[in-house]
Nanobody
Framework: QVQLVESGGGLVQPGGSLRLSCAAS????????MGWFRQAPGKEREFVAT????????LYTDPVKGRFTASRDNDKNTLYLEMSSLRPEDTAVYYC??????????????????WGQGTQVTVSS
């Protein structure tokens, strides 16, 4: 079992920045793939970023490349998503997810077994 709790969402103006955190407990955090997804109102949940088990490799969806950075601190069992140059279209509920069966990168939503409750990010002036 893996428990995930996101934090750090909120209201930010266009061009602003936020850092999301995802605290993990349960199975050995340092051994598995983590991902960030988001879901905007009326839309399906979509991939944002993934990071491998040791944090050395990342993959991003094209709309966030150069603006978002995923990282992890395996000593603190915590995943992060640094978001900058935020745009109104980034408004969504952001979810972290864990894939304990894999240690590489994964952008496939159905590959993730465990999900956090989500944190709202609203980009608006």
């Amino acid at each position: 079992q893996v428990q995930l709790v996101e934090s750090g969402g909120g209201l930010v103006q266009p061009g602003g920045s936020l850092r999301l955190s995802c605290a993990a407990s349960g199975r050995t955090f340092s051994s598995y793939t983590m991902g960030w997804f988001r879901q905007a109102p009326g839309k399906e949940r979509e991939f944002v970023a993934t990071i491998n088990s040791n944090g050395g490799r990342t993959l991003y969806t094209d709309p966030v490349k150069g603006r978002f950075t995923a990282s992890r601190d395996n000593d603190k069992n915590t995943l992060y998503l640094e978001m900058s140059s935020l745009r109104p279209e980034d408004t969504a509920v952001y979810y972290c997810a864990a894939n304990p069966t894999w240690s590489g990168l994964s952008s496939y939503l159905r590959a993730y077994t465990y999900w956090g409750q989500g944190t709202q990010v609203t980009v608006s002036s």
